[in-house]
């Protein structure tokens, strides 16, 4: 494990494994470096990269500063990418994805950007988020009332079926997510604007002109994939892949 420190003083702890280009790994919701899709991806891409596998603020071994901004969590990776050697590809994951995907147009020094199924939600094809779905996640985070935090951004901002999210709780990793519950309140505050249901914005992503590839699993729900395909025709460089 190695960590840098980011403009307002967290620390940001970082694996670095493997040769190749540098690429930096952003993860989702409740994910860390070590649990989430991320950490099986990092040694299979280190066979060609220089991976970058971190814990985003507030998980894993990674250090915390209020208040929380976008703004910082872009400061974490501008600081990675540094760490990386001035310039980096990037990828992300869910959350993570929308996270990468506004570091790129903040004009960070990222050569290729690939981005997984951001949970946008651009139509009616789903649900769309309640508009005082942030304010009662931050509620719930105040008061230390993880397990409710976990329900809520599971069944409101991820759309899982009300059963599967019952059942969460005596699931092996129940634990992990209560561990990070209070940093969804970050992953929804990315992603909060883009889950109305409406078209996304044509000049939101304007300075985004490195390739950039959005993909989506071919078994995903409708409104994921209508919504990765909504901001492929947005974006100057994209190219769209199931």
Request: cysteine-free; glycine content about 10%; overall charge neutral.
């Amino acid at each position: 494990m190695k960590t840098a420190t980011s403009r307002d003083g967290t620390h940001i702890a970082y694996d670095k494994l493997g040769e190749g280009p540098p690429l930096v790994l952003v993860g989702g919701a409740f994910n860390t470096r070590t649990f989430g899709p991320n950490g099986g991806l990092a040694p299979l891409l280190a066979e060609r990269f220089t991976v970058i596998n971190y814990d985003r603020r507030g998980r894993g071994d990674s250090t915390d500063t209020a208040p929380y901004a976008v703004e910082r969590e872009i400061e974490d990776i501008e600081v990675l990418i540094e760490e990386a050697g001035g310039s980096a590809h990037v990828f992300g994951i869910s959350s993570g994805a929308a996270l990468a995907l506004e570091a790129a147009n903040r004009g960070l020094a990222i050569d290729k950007l690939a981005l997984y199924e951001a949970p946008f939600i651009v139509d009616d094809s789903r649900a769309p988020v309640p508009d005082d779905y942030l304010r009662r996640l931050e509620g719930m985070v105040a008061t230390d009332r993880r397990g409710d935090a976990i329900r809520l951004f599971m069944r409101q901002g991820v759309g899982l079926p009300t059963v599967f999210v019952a059942m969460m709780r005596i699931m092996p990793a129940w634990s992990k997510l209560k561990a990070v519950a209070p940093t969804v309140i970050y992953d929804a505050a990315i992603v909060d604007v883009y889950q109305k249901g409406k078209p996304l914005p044509s000049d939101r992503w304007t300075s985004v002109t490195m390739p950039t590839l959005v993909a989506v699993g071919g078994k995903s729900p409708d409104w994921m994939r209508n919504g990765m395909r909504a901001l492929a025709g947005v974006l100057p460089h994209a190219r769209h892949s199931t």
